[in-house]
Structure formats: C-alpha cells, structure tokens
C-alpha cells in the first residue's frame, strides 16, 4: 500500500493485491493508519466512480495481482448542531441546509419583511 497527501487537501491511496491465490483478497484500509480524516468521500481513480462515503476506514476487494486507486477526500458535509426556533407557521420556514454564517429566514405571513434567526 502507498498513501500520499495532494494539494487539495486530499490523500491518493493504491492497494496492491501480490497473492496469486484465486479469489479476491479484502482489504481494510483504515483511515487513521494513513493520516486521514474520519470521514471521507472516497473515488475510484481507475473506474471513475464516486464511492460511498466512509466513517473511519473502507473495505477493498482485490483480485490476485490486481490494484486499486482511490482519491480521499475529506467529507464536505460537516454535522452541526442547531437549536430550533419556535415558529408559528412550519410551511414558511426556509429549510435549506444552512451554516452559522447562513442563518436560516423565517417568512412572516402577515408581514412582508422577513426575520433573520441566528443558529446557534
């Protein structure tokens, strides 16, 4: 195995399959054995293919003398804590995924301005 970090952030990862048994060998990389984040968006170099993301370590099934390439990427999505404001009216809140810096507008029916909540 060979892991290496990339200018974007990310660490490039090749498993090598040398048993000549038949059959596929697993592997489980994990990620904190290569200096990776918890949680990565893994990529398939070589098949061009997004992989499910990945909490702490991804299993590998290689075939004899085969390899496999993945591109590491530490998960975008992040989980934050929000407290829920209380809202009169559920259908006029705006429920896009938001940061703190992004708070969320809640509508106000019987006015036409709108009211910044802070998340906290």
């Given amino acids: 195995m060979w892991a290496g ?18 059959g596929n060998a697993t ?5 904190a054995s290569i200096g990776a984040a918890s949680c990565n968006d893994p990529r398939d170099l070589w098949a061009h293919a997004a992989l499910p993301e990945a909490q702490g370590s991804i299993l590998l099934e290689i075939p004899p003398h085969g390899s496999r390439m993945l591109l590491l990427t530490p998960c975008s999505r992040q989980p934050v804590a929000v407290r ?12 896009m995924p938001r940061t703190v810096e992004q708070p969320a507008v809640v509508r106000q029916p019987s006015r036409r301005q709108s009211q910044k909540v802070a998340l906290e």
């Fill in 27 to 31: 592997y489980l990389l994990n990620f």
């Fill in 84 to 95: 829920v404001a209380e809202v009169k009216d559920a259908s006029l809140v705006d429920l």
């Fill in 5 to 22: 970090p990339q200018a974007s952030g990310a660490i490039a990862v090749v498993v090598v399959n040398l048993n000549t048994h038949p």
